[in-house]
């Protein structure tokens, strides 16, 4: 870019040149700020090196160019961008700052704010922005919107009465817990005093205390109320004020009916007289303390708790009693809260600050302490006490941050552009400040190493040895900043100060300083901030150059396994075409893809598949060969290059050996896991002389595989296509078909199995075709499946159905209808929608419809099938589970689903009377069924055997030819008619 003269103007003193930007972004290179400029073309004329790092497009990217002519801005924001641009052209100065999203070059979204910085005259540099990332910020506004919502749940959801009042003490909003003490709404509250609910003489106590909590105390009370039936009812009241920006604007009251508690406390004090009113005097002390009270047996077993202690803990009263104390505290305070525990049973007081586990998820700090209950000179026992001192902790870590922060800025404007050079600079600063002869970074993993040091002497450098035991002493004294004036095991070193540092909250090792001087070994709290400070920039440094790293790493590497990512994959094939066709020479390709993979992911979750995936590419990387490149392309599918190989021959005992090592035991954590692969394999040149064609190849010669049965391999050959082509030639034909409606709907009775009656009647859809005649589903369902017309075949079947069973069997409205529901439309959004449409149309009450799911397509998205079959009993249909007893997990996951009825699949039935094993798992899916409440449905009864059996072991209904075929809805009226003739 050409440095703008200065003539080039009327006003040179208003003209910023290009060397102005270049001190601009000089200064602002420390900051998160970018530097952009546009000429009066709307193209841009500068850009930053901050740009570059916030944006990914580098000056040759965009300079020269406007931003439509490169994936800049957001499509939902163009407009109103260019509505701003338009107005800075025509001399509008008073443009606010404003928020828009923009892509990165990686196609992510970020959030950024923009600064018109500068408009002139300056044709090359017209308009000139700063620019700051704030995709951060605007997380974690959406974070607040959520704690907001979690907050209304939490009010509305409460047990107790929750009162938000005004400031001249009016209920502004009150949960619906207040209407279980009379007849009247919430809303008729709303506006009103909470005094007019009270007994008249607790009525200026109650202004009172609504005063004080005006004037910003917390307060606690016992106040008595009326409902409208005139039941008088004892609340206990917490009121705390609600400040926003710093002014008291309302009040926010827990109310508890603690009636039937008192009423029974007080007939107790009656019962037992002057003893009972002494321990009930102990009780309020123990009930009404603020600060939370356990009371704790020998073993730390929970007692009893105040009502402080709930309010704290979250739980309620009979999830905290009989059980122990340390059930409540986190495994890294475990340690510490048992010492302090078995100290006080011998007698000590002990106070100390922990984190415990709380109801909802909740984080707090406690102030707590533990002291013996000693009767009679004897300890029975231990109370621990807790308050929250969350608010404070907060408020301290805050002012910590700002300072932080200022020293922060101060600090990282002398850095080095260089993420190891600005770490060396921070630990020269260190060394500096904290009068050290050596800083250093140690990387504290499987075996600590020093990542970078700094030493004040080169020439007398600190040992390794020294830097690596003082790590390791910081390591273990468990505090956020140690001091040391000698180490264990090192007698060179007097003085030590380390901390921990992170990369991306995660654990990376220690920032120690260190030295062999004798000085004094006390720390400064302005020398532990800025060591605080000093491990944050650490943190920042290093977690630059491990995206750095990252993003390398990332081009061309699958995350998950190491292995080479597509791109790497592609380039590489490329490459070695080059060379097979300079030899001429053949290369093979293969891809691998595991065969049912995905129920390993829903069995026993993403985390243990990916650490098979990862094994999977271990296996496959050692039984290729040192010559081979294993990639994976994405999901579970795998792609191997074998750059030179003679023929087929060659190639045969490689993919054969592959496909042997997939299949072997996989142990994960404490399960045992199984799988087989598929794969294909093409041959350059005979299968394919560029990369495109081969891997088109390579994807048929798959789907052969995976069509032939799985567990093995298919080399490409042109016959493969046929199949493809023969698939799309019925893809065609089935969308004609469709189009003039060649398909009919037969229909097969169900009957009871105890009276023999028809109570329901199955759908199935035949295609009758003009030359062919019938086709049954079999022949050509598949192909609807693969193609997606099963989606708008099956709505057919169901509008068709509906309107048939509706009008024809119109006198026999007990008749339940049975359509089949596929994979495809499972997974159809609008699925209940376009149910309910049908039934409309055909004036078909949902409640007379029943939709079967398979058992195997249930199984295929267990989540989507689930809400897929709510949403479906709430409109009143019944859903069945077809073919059940041929699916992944039938016992494991029945009771998950909602459905009415189980329908035992017919190879089961047919082996009735000559297969004792049938009759057993039908027994037991009877059995099974009808102990989950289900009704049971039998398919494809064929004999008086088979029907006397499931009547025998309680079946609910029939189906099969035993009882009637499949057949159009006049045959079947007049079965209905005959059976209502013969009574």
């Known amino acids: 870019m050409s440095t703008l003269r200065t003539d080039d103007v009327s006003d040179p003193a208003r003209v910023i040149n290009e060397t102005c930007l270049s001190l601009f972004e000089s200064m602002l290179h420390h900051s998160p700020l970018a530097l952009v400029a546009w000429d009066g073309d709307n193209r841009v004329s500068y850009w930053s090196s901050n740009a570059v790092e916030m944006f990914g497009y580098t000056p040759d990217d965009v300079l020269g160019k406007r931003t439509e002519d490169f994936h800049f801005i957001h499509d939902d924001d163009r407009e109103e961008i260019a509505s701003i641009v338009r107005r800075l052209n025509a001399g509008d100065t008073h443009i606010e700052t404003r928020t828009n999203r923009n892509y990165h070059k990686n196609g992510n979204v970020i959030y950024c704010r923009w600064y018109v910085a500068f408009t002139q005259e300056n044709p090359t540099y017209r308009i000139i922005s700063f620019v700051e990332n704030v995709t951060d910020e605007q997380a974690a506004i959406a974070g607040l919107e959520q704690s907001e919502e979690r907050f209304r749940s939490l009010f509305a959801n409460n047990p ?178 048992r010492d302090r525990f078995e100290r006080a049973r011998r007698g000590e007081r002990l106070s100390f600050e922990f984190r415990p586990l709380l109801g909802g998820g909740r984080q707090l700090t406690l102030q707590s302490a533990f002291f013996p209950a000693i009767v009679d000179g004897n300890i029975a026992g231990i109370y621990f006490f807790a308050q929250d001192i969350t608010a404070r902790r907060l408020a301290e870590r805050k002012a910590r941050e700002q300072t932080r922060q200022i020293r922060e800025l101060s600090l990282a404007a002398a850095s080095s552009s260089s993420s190891n050079a600005q770490l060396i600079a921070i630990l020269e600063a260190g060394c500096r400040i904290f009068e050290m002869e050596c800083g250093a970074i140690v990387q504290h993993d499987f075996e600590p190493r020093v990542d970078l040091r700094f030493d004040r002497d080169p020439a007398d450098p600190m040992p390794l040895e020294s830097v690596l035991a003082a790590a390791e002493a910081v390591s273990q004294a468990h505090e956020p900043i140690a001091t040391f004036r000698s180490i264990p095991g090192d007698s060179a070193i007097q003085r030590c100060l380390g901390t921990f540092v992170s990369i991306d909250e995660g654990p990376y090792g220690i920032l120690v300083f260190l030295s062999r001087d004798r000085k004094d070994a006390s720390v400064p709290d302005e020398h532990r901030d800025l060591l605080a400070l000093t491990a944050e920039l650490s943190s920042n440094g290093l977690s630059l150059r491990r995206s750095r790293e990252h993003l390398r790493q990332l081009a061309y590497t699958d995350a998950l396994t190491g292995l080479a990512n597509r791109t790497l994959f592609q380039e590489r094939l490329r490459e070695s075409l080059e060379v097979a066709q300079s030899r001429f020479t053949r290369l093979a390709v293969m891809v691998v893809d595991l065969d049912g993979f995905k129920s390993v992911n829903e069995t026993l979750g993403h985390g243990r598949g990916d650490a098979m995936l990862r094994q999977i590419s271990g296996r496959l990387l050692q039984a290729s ?271 998950r689903f909602d459905v009415d009825e189980i329908k035992i699949d017919r190879s089961f039935v047919d082996g009735i009377g000559s297969e004792s094993n049938d009759e057993t798992i039908v027994r037991t899916i009877i059995g099974m069924g009808h102990s989950l409440g289900l009704k049971v449905v039998a398919e494809g009864v064929e004999t008086q055997q088979q029907l006397d059996f499931l009547r025998e072991e309680g079946c609910d209904f029939i189906q099969g030819f035993l009882i009637a075929r499949p057949t159009d809805a006049q045959s079947v009226l007049a079965l209905l008619q005959r059976e209502a003739a013969n009574g």
């Open 625 to 895: 060969g040192p010559d081979a490149t294993v990639a994976r392309l994405g999901g579970d599918e795998f792609a191997v290059l074998l750059p030179s190989v003679g023929d087929v021959s060659q190639v045969e005992p490689i993919i054969a050996r592959l496909l042997h090592t997939v299949e072997n035991t996989y142990r994960i954590d404490e399960y045992e896991q199984f799988i087989t692969a598929s794969a294909g394999i093409a041959i350059y040149p005979e299968d394919g002389r560029d990369d495109e064609t081969l891997m088109k190849n390579l994807d048929i010669a798959l789907y052969r595989a995976k069509e032939r049965g799985r567990n093995g391999y298919v080399f490409y050959h042109p016959s493969l296509e046929a199949t493809v082509q023969m698939r799309l030639s019925q893809e065609k034909l089935l969308r004609r078909a469709l189009e003039r409606e060649e398909f009919i709907v037969h229909y097969q009775p169900i009957s009871d199995a105890r009276t023999g009656r028809i109570v329901a009647l199955e759908a199935l859809v035949r295609w009758n075709h003009p030359a062919s005649g019938i086709i049954l589903p079999s022949q050509f369902v598949p192909s609807a499946e693969i193609s997606g017309l099963i989606v708008p075949l099956g709505d057919w079947v169901l509008r068709t159905a509906a309107a048939t069973v509706a009008e024809t069997l119109a006198d026999y409205p007990y008749l339940r209808l049975a359509v089949n529901l596929s994979a495809k439309q499972l997974q159809r959004p609008d699925l209940v929608t376009s149910v309910e449409r049908a039934l409309a149309a055909a004036k078909f009450p949902p409640q007379r419809l029943e939709i079967e799911i398979t058992e195997s397509v249930a199984m295929v998205d267990l989540e989507q099938a689930m809400h897929v079959v709510g949403a479906l009993k709430a409109i009143g249909a019944k859903v069945s589970v077809d073919d059940f007893g041929t699916g992944y997990s039938s016992l494991s996951y029945l009771r």
């Open 160 to 337: 107790d009465i929750i009162v938000i009042f005004s400031p001249d003490g009016r209920i502004v909003d009150v949960n619906r817990a207040i209407e279980r003490y009379g007849p009247m709404n919430r809303e008729d509250t709303i506006g009103h005093r909470f005094e007019e609910f009270l007994y008249e003489e607790d009525v200026q106590q109650h202004r009172e205390y609504i005063q004080r909590a005006l004037n910003g105390e917390v307060l606690r009370y016992e106040s008595r109320a009326h409902t409208i039936e005139g039941r008088e009812l004892e609340l206990l009241i917490t009121t705390i004020p609600i400040r926003r920006n710093g002014t008291i604007d309302g009040l926010f009251s827990l109310i508890r009916d603690e009636t039937t508690e008192r009423q029974a406390r007080r007939r107790i004090i009656e019962q037992e007289g002057e003893l009972l009113e002494s321990e009930q005097r102990l009780r309020s002390l123990f009930d009404q303390n603020p600060a939370a009270v356990f009371s704790l047996d020998d073993r730390g077993t929970i007692l009893d708790v105040n009502q402080s202690a709930l309010l704290i803990s979250g739980f309620a009263k009979d999830q905290v009693t009989g059980h122990s104390l340390f059930e409540f505290v986190r495994n890294d305070d475990q340690t510490m809260v």
